[in-house]
């Protein structure tokens, strides 16, 4: 088979050419932030740019806007640990929009937050999907999470559950 996104044959590209594929068009989000201790949320979020052709300047705009999106430009001087769980979320989320992907694969997103936090992070994510027009790909237990998708899919046993799609458009 072929996987087509945004009109590019995937699965004819090799290894490197998914590689450099992959991270202009995908950002990732994890449950447990994958940030890296010693660095701070600036610096975080500018990883994904080190590899790009951008000057330092314009790192430094495309990090200061990625940091205004989650509303954590006051906190950008911040290393991960002072900052709360939903704080380092939402660097993750930052740090996974600084390349402008049209796609997001958020991994349980939620998995390790408190219910405050939580509804802050899924608020952001609907902002993004509604207002940036981001496609969101989350995989959750959460059902909090789940209600807030517009399309749910089940995965059963490892394939994709042949379930009619459920809509909870109108309850979100």
């Known amino acids: 088979g072929t996987i087509h ?18 991270a202009s068009n995908v950002g990732f989000i994890f449950q447990f932030y994958n940030l ?30 990625a940091l205004n999106l989650v ?40 998995g390790d937050l408190d219910r405050a936090s939580a509804e802050e992070v899924l608020s952001l994510m609907d902002r993004l999907s509604r207002e940036a027009g981001k496609t969101i790909i989350m995989v959750t237990h959460d059902p909090r999470a789940a209600r807030k998708a517009r399309t749910m899919r089940y995965l059963e046993k490892g394939v994709l559950a042949s379930a009619p799609e459920i809509s909870f458009s109108q309850s979100a």
């Open 71 to 110: 509303k954590l430009e006051d906190r950008m001087d911040h290393y991960p640990g002072q900052l709360s769980g939903g704080q380092q979320q939402r660097v993750a989320i930052a740090r996974a929009m600084v390349t402008d992907p049209a796609l997001l694969v958020a991994d349980e997103p939620t």
């Open 36 to 65: 890296i201790p010693v660095l701070t949320a600036f610096e975080n979020v500018e990883l994904p740019l080190i590899l790009t052709d951008l000057s330092k300047k314009e790192r430094r705009e495309h990090v200061a806007t």
């Open 5 to 22: 996104v945004a009109g590019v044959d995937i699965t004819t590209l090799s290894e490197s050419e998914l590689a450099v594929w992959r």
